[in-house]
């Protein structure tokens, strides 16, 4: 039997959180919830869930707050719930470290397939790493990404990614030196449309420099902004 999914449901709106969990409890996850940032934060950091459905307009902290201050401490993926379908609070969702996003009114089926394409993404290398199968490595100078474990270090040191930074990292790192546009790094790292909004690229990018440059800034300028096009993974010596 496979590692039990823990899924924390976290919106003011009880029914909300009612449907929720109607829907995510069929797929046999285990669902907890909380109705305020504090709560949410306080049980994101002491649990380990799989998933985090974070609503962003609440009481006390906010969605923005309280993944910020999570992303401090862990990369557990989360998907914001919000009313507010504007751009400019997309971009401050990504930037804030979120993974996913939905607005609401939401239709639960496609909340539960979000889920599952999270899930998949993070735990596709679980039953990999007991295998004695051939490793999926990529060794450059100052970094190493071994994607059968999910795992990056930055001379010797572990760099904690969000599934998303993860694998925009690692896509780019395939094919060192391609550029590649803003539209195309969208469609293939978050595999479906964001109508065009091409400051989520910029905000992933962003971040993953910041957490690279933490450990290595050799890493780090490996990811090369190429203006007015996109951006490329360019292998630095010293």
């Excluded at 395939?174 to 546009?181: C, L, M, N, Q, Y």
């Amino acid at each position: 039997m496979g590692k039990e999914v823990k899924i924390l449901v976290v919106d003011d709106e009880e029914r909300i959180r009612r449907l929720l969990k109607m829907y995510l409890s069929r797929e046999e996850y285990k669902i907890e919830e909380a109705e305020d940032g504090n709560e949410a934060l306080a049980k994101a950091l002491e649990n380990e869930y799989d998933v985090i459905l974070l609503d962003l307009m609440m009481p006390g902290k906010d969605g923005l707050e309280v993944c910020r201050e999570l992303r401090e401490k862990k990369a557990t993926p989360v998907i914001m719930l919000t009313a507010k379908g504007e751009e400019v609070n997309r971009v401050q969702g990504f930037e804030a470290g979120t993974d996913d996003y939905i607005v609401k009114p939401f239709s639960p089926r496609e909340v539960v397939l979000r889920v599952k394409a999270i899930l998949r993404r993070a735990s596709q290398t679980s039953y990999l790493q007991t295998e004695p199968t051939t490793k999926d490595v990529l060794v450059f100078p100052h970094l190493t990404i071994d994607h059968d474990a999910h795992k990056v270090t930055a001379d010797g040191k572990e760099v904690n990614l969000t599934p998303k930074e993860y694998e925009l990292l690692y896509y780019l790192a395939k094919a060192p030196d391609k550029v590649f546009e803003r539209e195309q790094l969208l469609k293939e790292v978050w595999q479906y449309e964001f109508f065009g909004d091409l400051r989520t690229v910029d905000t992933h990018v962003k971040r993953l420099r910041e957490k690279l440059n933490k450990a290595s800034e050799f890493a780090a300028r490996m990811i090369v902004t190429v203006w007015g096009v996109g951006y490329k993974f360019e292998v630095v010596n010293e």
